[in-house]
């Protein structure tokens, strides 16, 4: 799951699914990746990631999938009882593009650039809103949190109001507005493996 989430991460980013703001469409993720090169562990995650993707990509003609992998998704709403607090149709919306762009059936598909034609099919696997939480209760894979720290908001302190195990799920945060470092991204996030030792791995969108 960790190594499919790279792939998540870029559609995710260049579709900008959960933003409202069709005038920023700046990824922040770069700025992450700088500081995750300094960190010689997470730079050792990042180069077996590029090195599991290549062997991926020429594997290609020979790979056959059998099964399809279900990979669960939280999206985590941050909100103070404003429009930020997006619907559970808003959610639903997102996700069915996304597992459209990855099945093939997207609208766009025609405009994908010559050198990625011949990789384009079905990966074998679904992303879904997460069914069970943490603790074994039912959910509908969306937890509304409301707090004050929606707006200018920082990634830890947020991560600090819900977090779900990121070996098991994928945590998507939705938020009003990033702090100032951030504040002209419309989404970030971060490559497997180089995420908080804390909180693991994340993607963040604003409203």
């Known amino acids: 799951m960790k190594k499919l989430f790279c792939l998540l991460v870029i559609i995710l980013l260049n579709n900008i699914l959960f933003s409202q703001n069709e005038t920023i469409l700046r990824s922040g993720t770069p700025m992450l990746m700088e500081e995750a090169l300094k960190d010689s562990e997470k730079m050792l995650v990042l180069a077996q990631l590029e090195a599991f993707t290549q062997e991926f990509i020429a594997n290609k003609q020979s790979r056959s999938i059998e099964a399809t992998y279900i990979i669960p998704l939280v999206v985590h709403v941050i909100h103070n009882y404003d429009n930020e607090n997006i619907s559970y149709e808003q959610v639903d919306n997102a996700l069915n593009r996304l597992n459209e762009d990855f099945q093939g059936l997207n609208d766009d598909l025609t405009t994908v650039i010559?050198?990625?034609t011949d990789i384009i099919g079905s990966p074998g696997f679904q992303f879904r809103l997460a069914t069970k939480d943490p603790d074994g209760n039912c959910t509908y894979g969306v937890?509304?949190?409301a707090s004050p720290m929606t707006s200018n908001a920082n990634s830890l302190e947020i991560m600090s109001l819900a977090n779900w195990d990121d070996q098991k799920y994928i945590n998507i945060y939705?938020?009003?507005?990033?702090?100032?470092?951030?504040?002209s991204a419309a989404a970030f996030a971060v490559n497997p493996g180089s995420g908080s030792e804390e909180y693991g791995d994340y993607i963040f969108f604003r409203y």
């Open 114 to 116: 010559d050198v990625f």
């Open 143 to 145: 937890n509304r949190v």
């Open 174 to 183: 939705i938020v009003r507005s990033f702090q100032e470092s951030q504040s």
